[in-house]
């Protein structure tokens, strides 16, 4: 069974374009008190903003009891990159970018994290013309190629997003990041797939799922969900109950055992409760997708019958 994580910056201060949320909190607290998380057991941290003191980090994870199922590295920083760190113009941007990346791989090794995602967020466009697509591939492949090569046996993930705060990402969906990897060609870069931005992105998660994996790019998943208008990450299955369920089995039937990080925002609530509330939602999930027989499932897609499959779904709850 999957692992439950917590993404640390939904524990701390957050604000969005018309309101702020929660008191400032160092990472020792907010490990503390990813630590009294029922159902949840461990986190993934942000890079630089978490890791100002590894020892510290360290030694807080330590005390918690909490395993580390990614660092972050944040390339949307409000003093650089401004238009794109992998896909700059600029070369000295470009090196700036992936010598901080390997840094972070250097750290997250010391940590013991297996993996660190990346969300290329500022790598995209406002407008036409604004890039030459063709060069921006080329730049962003050979960022991606030296910092997987920087040490080949870790994971490296691109967790992709359609929009925001671009009009458009250059990596926006699960087939156009699949093809990147391919394009980049290193075994240990893969995807962080993250259920709302694959929603957002008006995909079917266990699509993106299925299709990530036959690329061997599967590597890592968010939980959150959201209406397909916005990345509001909210509750999983607060929106998509069904598509969750199917996710999930997808998931199992796929192979995949690893983390699940809930990338989701409490607002003004308490995090403590909401995030043991993912916790249980998703196991509750998870129980409905484990009650789906085999070999029934198997002849139901085989027959292609929406109304007898919806109609077998409600037999599980």
């Known amino acids: 069974m999957a692992r439950l994580a917590i993404l640390t910056l939904f524990m701390g201060q957050t604000r969005n374009r018309f309101l702020q949320y929660q008191t400032p909190r160092d990472i020792a607290e907010i490990l503390a008190m990813a630590g009294r998380t029922e159902g949840c057991e461990g986190v993934e941290m942000r890079y630089p903003g978490d890791l100002a003191d590894v020892p510290l980090a360290k030694a807080e994870l330590a005390r918690h009891n909490l395993g580390l199922a990614a660092i972050n590295f944040a390339s949307v920083r409000g003093d650089r990159w401004l238009r794109g760190a992998w896909s700059s113009s600029n070369p000295r941007e470009r090196r700036e970018a992936v010598d901080d990346f390997k840094r972070c791989i250097d750290i997250a090794t010391a940590l013991g994290a297996p993996r660190i995602t990346n969300c290329p967020l500022n790598d995209g466009i406002d407008g036409c013309f604004e890039l030459d697509f063709a060069r921006a591939y080329d730049h962003a492949a050979e960022c991606y190629a030296e910092i997987a090569d920087h040490n080949p046996a870790f994971q490296i993930c691109i967790e992709y997003k359609i929009s925001e705060p671009r009009m458009r990402s250059l990596l926006g969906t699960a087939g156009e990041t699949a093809a990147f990897c391919q394009l980049v060609n290193r075994d240990n870069l893969g995807v962080t797939l993250d259920l709302g931005h694959a929603l957002f992105a ?116």
């Open 202 to 317: 008006n995909e079917n998660g266990a699509q993106s799922a299925a299709l990530l994996a036959k690329a061997k790019r599967l590597f890592y998943v968010h939980l959150n969900d959201n209406d397909g208008r916005a990345d509001w990450d909210l509750l999983p299955g607060a929106v998509h109950t069904w598509e969750m369920v199917e996710f999930l089995y997808t998931l199992r039937e796929l192979g995949y055992d690893d983390w699940f990080t809930f990338d989701i925002v409490p607002k003004e609530q308490d995090p403590i409760e909401f995030f043991a509330t993912a916790a249980r939602l998703t196991r509750r999930l998870e129980a409905i997708s484990r009650r789906i027989d085999r070999a029934k499932m198997a002849s139901l897609q085989a027959d292609k019958n929406p109304a007898r499959t919806l109609d077998y779904l409600h037999t599980l709850i």
